[in-house]
């Protein structure tokens, strides 16, 4: 495809804004720029979804390439690419070979090339598919039904609640739309910021795509074409956060080999499983092999015929069972002019499973659920099932709910309008307070939009607050401490000294519960594949499910001993650290550089609407967060704001030019008008 049915142009932060003469020619353009700004992002995650980012990175990628294999993403990728619409595979098609145009000149810019001995590779039709499928695999409830499964076997059945009931999750969002009585524009807003794991490059890729049938900015996926999650029309927009649905499904299974085969037993008896043997390369190691083996449930992610069967489970999720990712909506989107549209094109959305937003110019609003939910029997929902049990099979979909908008909706992953198709979703601390904030005034404009962005006040401290000040028997410095912490105004600002104070003793209280008899039982391998050790460690769980366990019913727990010595130790330590000074960004990179200095100081913790996410009891750096913000204006788009952690691409002057502006909660503009941006030719 000619580079000359497509022009490039860039704003002050570097930006494209693409320009084409027709809809396919768009799509190269996407690519290639995609390609020329973030080839090693995309190269990494092109070689995560095949499983082969071991051989350039080394031994630590071995168990994700590990997973990648067993669950086999790339074949999951292959079906649904072969399964899609003529027009959306040719569309699809463009993109990919714009990023096989740019790949090259990609990778010249980028050192890391150079420092793994990494060659720019080459695309494959489906290739956009398995980054999708690579980066959200992961995003449901999978991993806790392990958790789950492991607390069971440990403590037994009557311990598995303790840390469900809308705990603190790991993920999430915050989303709201405000309808035009409530404006100053008259029109409707509609505002957020994505929660993921920061990674720089950042997730997100922001950029303009115009050609004669529509012109859309948004933030698209690095790798995938289109602008799926957040973006605007001109005379719609949308956006969208986790809805925390329950869609894939852990099934333990029995295996045996057989004359050479291996056979799996389910409700029918044994039938024969898929198995072949794959290797890994693996830099400075020896290859592995992988047993790649696959039942009429899912894939074997987990355990194998020689293997505990305690943990041998296969994974079934949507796209392994039908083949269809849900692409056709991304084309559809761009194409969309009213909300009626937007919802429409979501009726195909599959996975992950969103809350979307929407507005148009006309007044329409949107507020539903999109995406592919199983109907199955609740303890699908719990737990890893047994597979050779008939009642565990799926038995069609959930339809997808909607509710009508009445002047204010807000989504922040909390039980909402997708509660009947979830199990766990967060607590309602982020979404309650975005409405209060919301509630306090109107005619809003979009520049005001940050002061609920940055928005640092924790409802989530009071319940162990609450504890705190009916603890008895405190020496004079613990209850100079508690005092403080009782007269503290709840907000975890960078520079307060009491926020601090109030993440030490919440991490002594977590290490105090996780080295308790009754919970210390869990701590160890649990038998499940090292990927999944985020769900499975012990700490973390217990830091997220704080509240609910201080209020259980643990056997030969002394609840006012357990937070009498945490805030004895807390106030011996006589730390005045301000929370900025241990709050600090601890962005993911593909290859890290040891000599990286710490990252810089930031406000919020994970239950504020500022969640910038640590780890209690384990860290105090931020591994998750905003990993962009916007505000969609439907009266004058070029009023629209955005801005991400680091920059507009991996390497170069605007690699990381907006972390200032992200730090300091500023959106920078969206530039509309193509006579303000300056075209670029060539590489």
């Not at 524009?185 to 997730?203: C, F, K, Q, S, V």
């Not at 148009?360 to 050779?388: E, I, M, S, Y």
């Not at 039982?521 to 999944?532: H, K, M, Q, T």
């Amino acid at each position: 495809m000619s580079e000359r049915t497509a022009r490039r142009y860039r704003d002050a932060y570097g930006i494209p804004h693409l320009r084409a003469a027709d809809h396919e020619a768009l799509a190269f353009a996407q690519g290639r720029v995609t390609a020329l700004d973030r080839a090693w992002q995309i190269e990494v995650e092109r070689h995560r979804s095949q499983g082969t980012s071991a051989a350039f990175l080394g031994p630590d990628a071995l168990a994700w390439d590990s997973f990648a294999r067993r669950a086999r993403l790339d074949d999951t990728a292959r079906r649904c690419h072969a399964a899609l619409d003529p027009a959306t595979a040719g569309w699809v098609g463009s993109y990919v070979d714009g990023v096989n145009a740019g790949l090259a000149a990609g990778a010249a810019r980028a050192p890391e090339f150079a420092a793994t001995g990494l060659a720019a590779g080459h695309w494959r039709p489906w290739t956009p598919l398995a980054i999708w499928l690579t980066h959200h695999v992961l995003f449901a409830g999978f991993g806790t039904k392990l958790w789950r499964t492991h607390v069971a076997r440990r403590l037994g059945p009557w311990a598995t609640p303790l840390f469900a009931a809308d705990g603190h999750l790991t993920s999430g969002s915050n989303g709201w739309l405000l309808a035009a009585d409530r404006t100053a524009t008259g029109a409707a807003l509609i505002a957020g910021d994505p929660h993921r794991i920061i990674e720089a490059p950042g997730i997100y890729q922001q950029i303009r795509l115009a050609c004669p049938e529509y012109d859309v900015l948004g933030f698209a996926v690095p790798g995938v074409p289109g602008i799926a999650h957040f973006g605007h029309a001109g005379e719609v927009a949308w956006a969208i956060t986790n809805a925390m649905a329950d869609y894939q499904d852990g099934y333990a299974e029995r295996l045996r080999r057989r004359d050479g085969l291996v056979e799996a037993y389910g409700p029918d008896g044994w039938r024969a499983a898929h198995r072949h043997v794959e290797t890994i390369e693996v830099a400075g190691a020896d290859p592995v092999e992988v047993e790649v083996i696959e039942t009429e449930r899912g894939p074997l992610i987990s355990g194998g015929p020689d293997d505990d069967p305690a943990v041998t489970v296969a994974l079934r999720h949507p796209p392994r069972v039908t083949a269809d990712l849900g692409f056709a909506v991304l084309p559809a989107l761009l194409r969309a002019r009213t909300v009626g549209d937007v919802d429409a094109a979501f009726d195909g959305w599959v996975e992950p499973v969103n809350v979307v937003l929407a507005a148009d110019t006309a007044g329409g609003l949107l507020h539903r659920v999109a995406g592919r939910v199983p109907q199955r029997h609740p303890d699908n929902g719990l737990r890893v099932v047994p597979a050779c049990q008939a009642r565990h099979a799926w038995q069609g979909w959930h339809p997808m709910p909607s509710v009508p908008v009445d002047q204010v909706a807000v989504m922040a992953n909390e039980r909402g309008v997708s509660a009947g198709l979830g199990v766990e979703f967060a607590p309602p601390y982020r979404a309650d307070q975005i409405r209060e904030l919301l509630a306090a005034g109107t005619g809003w404009r979009p520049e005001q939009m940050a002061a609920i962005h940055t928005d640092t006040y924790l409802a989530a401290a009071e319940p162990l607050l609450a504890l705190l000040a009916e603890t008895p028997g405190l020496g004079d410095e613990a209850v100079a401490l508690r005092e403080r912490l009782l007269r503290w105004d709840r907000r975890m600002d960078a520079g307060s000294v009491d926020a601090a104070a109030f993440a030490d003793l919440r991490a002594a209280v977590v290490r105090r519960l996780a080295a308790h008899p009754a919970l210390a039982a869990l701590d160890g391998p649990s038998g499940y594949p090292e990927v999944f050790g985020p769900w499975l460690a012990l700490l973390p769980r217990v830091g997220y499910a704080l509240p609910a366990l201080l209020h259980a019913d643990l056997p030969g727990l002394d609840r006012d001993a357990l937070l009498r010595a945490a805030v004895e130790e807390v106030a011996a330590a006589g730390d005045t650290r301000r929370w900025g000074e241990r709050h600090r960004l601890a962005p993911w990179r593909a290859l890290p550089d040891p000599a990286t200095p710490d990252g810089p100081e930031l406000a919020g913790d994970h239950d504020c609407v500022l969640a910038t996410a640590s780890v209690p009891g384990v860290t105090d750096r931020c591994l998750r967060g905003p990993a962009a913000r916007y505000v969609w204006d439907l009266g004058r788009r070029e009023h629209s704001r955005w801005v991400v952690p680091f920059g507009a691409d991996g390497t170069g002057p605007h690699r990381d030019d907006q972390l200032p502006h992200w730090l300091r909660g500023e959106l920078i503009e969206v530039v509309c008008d193509w006579d303000r941006l300056t075209e670029e030719h060539g590489d």
